[in-house]
């Protein structure tokens, strides 16, 4: 987040592997290229941290998987 490495995980670290996961959604829905499958996040999430450490606008979540690239996404607002 901004450039610091605040979580740090594995595929398989993850209670479910990604081959089955993939094979699960693609049950009920049709996965296309470029779509994006979220399944959760590693320890280190903001929220239970102390203080907590939340996304605010102006923040930059970057999300990089080895071999594949890097997601840079930009928060522009807060939910109400």
Do not use: H
Request: glycine letters at 12%; a negative charge.
């Amino acid at each position: 987040m901004n450039g610091t490495l605040v979580q740090d995980g594995n595929t398989r670290d993850m209670i479910f592997g990604v081959g089955e996961v993939l094979s699960l959604i693609s049950r009920t829905l049709t996965l296309n290229p470029g779509d994006v499958v979220a399944t959760g996040t590693p320890d280190g999430v903001g929220y239970v941290r102390t203080p907590p450490w939340l996304l605010q606008p102006g923040d930059v979540v970057e999300v990089e998987i080895d071999r594949l690239g890097v997601l840079r996404t930009p928060v522009t607002a807060t939910l109400p």
